[in-house]
Every structure is written in C-alpha cells, then in structure tokens.
C-alpha cells in the first residue's frame, strides 16, 4: 500500500525556517517525480515545486511565490522527500502535502497524497 | 502561467443527481488534465487523468470528457460520499496550476 506521510509542520515566525519531511512506503520512491503542494486556509491547492528522480538528475521546479525561498531534496536512501523553508512569510501558512507523480510517460498527474502537514507563519 | 478557469465555483445537488463542472484552459494542454476530490479537512484524492482516464478504483459514475479548451467532468447519479470539492489541474507546462475548485453541496 502506497503511503505518504508528513511531519516538520508548526509555528514560525516570520523571516524564521522550518523543513518538512515527506516518508514514503509501499512503492519504489527512486522510481517517482516527487512533489509538494500546499493550502492557504479556507483556499485552493497550489503547486509548490517539484523534485525529479535519480534518471532526470534530480532536477527541481519551483512556484514563482516560493522560488529562492524554498528547496526541495530527497534521501532515495531514506525513501524521504524534504521542503526546506526560508524567509517564511505570513502568506505560507498553509497545509503542506507531498504527492507522488505517476509513472504513466512522459505527462502524468499526481496519484497518490500524504494527508497533510499544517505550517503556521505568525509573530 | 497557463490559467485554468473552473465553474461554478459552488452547486446544490440532490442524491441521485446529475452533476457536471467546467473547467477551462487559457492555453493548449493537449489533454493533460486531472481532476480530484477533496473532502473537509482530508487530502485530495485523485479521479481523473489525461481528461478522460478513471484513477484505479474510482466509481464508474465518474467521467471526465473535452472538447477544445473545454473539460467536463460528470457524476452520473450523486452518491453521499460525493459531497466534496473538486479541482481540475494541468500538467501540461510549469508551473502546475489548478482551478479554483467547485464545491458540491447537499441540496
């Protein structure tokens, strides 16, 4: 069974770090694109960034509210998957989820989601 | 960015019901499309990809359809545990954006 699971969320402050971990079980993580997507309070999804696999040189892509400010690593070792936070601001409270990418080509969606970890950023 | 414009933002609906959301693209996604279920204080759930194709273990009551820019997806016969939000996706180019979501609520 594919499992996502999140820890590292709580209070911040603003300007303060934090780094989210993402464990993954059931599949071959190696194998996987792997992605974070967060929710403003009573909002929408949005895309955080993205982390390709060992075969595409662990390449990233990142949100332009985010960019410079964030990073995303993984530990195939450890089968984990990292946000690293910075410069954090008020408008990144929000739930943060990690979600596996397909393997269906080159295109694929999201299949499966952890359930969540909720970040607060507030003096 | 490629915006993706979903309607109606919200909609009442009896079991049993008929339900259809929109989603538009303001650029070509050549069917790189998804859909997904999000239920109060739980992660999304993934329904649809490329526009038409059920997830494993989704109802068949689900569908997903296109017609140019415009997406569809239909739940034929509203079941209780479809109550949800849903948002549409692209993962055609970056970055990845969804709609604004559309809320399905018991009428």
């Known amino acids: 069974e594919v499992q996502l699971v999140e820890s590292g969320g709580g209070l911040v402050q603003p300007g303060g770090s934090l780094r989210l971990s993402c464990a993954a079980s059931g599949f071959t993580f190696s194998d996987h694109y792997m992605d974070w997507v967060r929710q403003a309070p009573g909002k929408g999804l949005e895309w955080v960034g993205r982390?390709?696999?060992?075969?595409?040189?662990?390449?990233?892509e990142y949100a332009a509210s985010v960019k410079d400010r964030f990073t995303i690593s993984r530990d195939d070792s450890k089968n984990s998957l990292y946000l690293q936070m910075n410069s954090l601001k008020t408008e990144d409270t929000a739930v943060y989820y990690c979600?596996?990418?397909?393997?269906?080509?080159?295109?694929?969606?999201?299949?499966?989601w952890g359930q969540g970890t909720l970040v607060t950023v507030s003096s | 960015d490629i915006q993706m414009t979903q309607s109606p933002s919200s909609l009442s609906a009896s079991v049993g019901d008929r339900v259809t959301i929109t989603c538009r693209a303001s650029q070509g996604i050549s069917s790189r499309l998804a859909w997904y279920q999000q239920k109060p204080e739980k992660a999304p759930k993934s329904l649809i990809y490329a526009a038409s194709n059920l997830q494993s273990g989704v109802p068949s009551r689900f569908s997903g359809s296109e017609s140019g820019a415009d997406f569809t997806l239909t739940i034929s016969s509203l079941q209780p545990e479809d109550f949800a939000t849903y948002y549409c996706q692209q993962y055609s180019s970056y970055p990845l954006t969804f709609g604004g979501g559309t809320k399905v609520e018991i009428k």
């Open positions: 982390t390709r696999n060992k075969g595409n040189s662990y390449t990233t």
């Open positions: 979600a596996r990418r397909g393997s269906c080509g080159n295109y694929c969606p999201w299949d499966y």
